[in-house]
């Protein structure tokens, strides 16, 4: 098993540019998240999935988009980037009860100029 | 809303001595679960321990262990005889009874362990 499998692990950008951050997990798990993490923030969620073809915001949604066509896949759209959303971005996928615990991929670090 | 709080944002601890990493959290539910996720220079984010607030029982995993305190909302980390491998970006993190894979986390405690 792969688990969590992000990519890429590391991307510049420049300003306006969009791109597509691509999470897939290979366990059949229900739920998958997307956080980013800033220093003194921790991590912060940005979208969620409980499942195929149902996705809801999480705390901090502006400027980005996610969809979730197959239990596998949950890519993470930046539409127009900006210097803001420099930071990490970590996908997540947990499974149903009664697993508690998530599983994280390795982390997109990300910059923008 | 729920919140998580780690007010330490850095912590020393000497090889083999024992550190205390404290977080608190602010929820109205009555059932939840609690976690300490280690994050090394590697970015990776590793379980450390588990709570669920059903349980009266604190956690423990060979070295680690917590103490929930489920009326104060307190949920800190002992590390007992402190690794060098052990230095680490700790976060204490919350997630409601949902059951969406939703967590919120605390800032963050950086843990240096010195020889």
């Known amino acids: 098993n792969a688990g969590v499998t992000q990519t890429p692990k590391f991307q510049v950008l420049k300003t306006g540019q969009s791109m597509t951050l691509q999470c897939a997990q290979d366990?059949?798990?229900?739920?998958m998240s997307w956080y980013r993490q800033d220093p003194g923030m921790g991590l912060r969620l940005i979208h969620y999935?409980?499942?195929?073809?149902?996705?809801d915001q999480g705390e901090v949604p502006n400027g980005y988009n996610v969809s979730r066509s197959t239990t596998e896949d949950f890519p993470l759209r930046l539409l127009s980037a900006a210097p803001s959303q420099t930071s990490v971005y970590f996908c997540?996928?947990?499974?149903?009860?009664?697993?508690?615990?998530?599983?994280f991929g390795q982390g997109t670090r990300l910059t923008v100029v | 809303a729920q919140t998580v709080t780690q007010s330490q944002p850095e912590m020393s601890v000497q090889e083999a001595e024992t550190v205390t990493l404290s977080c608190t959290y602010d929820?109205?539910?009555?059932?939840?679960?609690l976690f300490w996720y280690k994050q090394p220079p590697s970015r990776q984010m590793i379980l450390v321990i588990r709570?669920?607030?059903?349980?009266?029982q604190n956690a423990t995993e060979n070295r680690f262990s917590v103490n929930f305190q489920k009326a104060a909302k307190s949920f800190s980390l002992k590390i007992s005889d402190s690794q060098l491998g052990d230095a680490a970006m700790y976060f204490c993190?919350?997630?409601?009874?949902?059951?969406?894979?939703?967590?919120?986390f605390g800032q963050g405690t950086t843990l240096q362990v010195k020889p």
């Open positions: 997540a996928s947990k499974p149903g009860p009664p697993v508690t615990e998530a599983f």
């Open positions: 366990m059949n798990h229900e739920y």
């Open positions: 999935s409980v499942g195929a073809g149902i996705t």
């Open positions: 929820t109205s539910e009555s059932d939840y679960y």
């Open positions: 709570q669920e607030a059903y349980k009266q």
């Open positions: 993190a919350y997630r409601g009874s949902g059951n969406t894979g939703k967590l919120i």
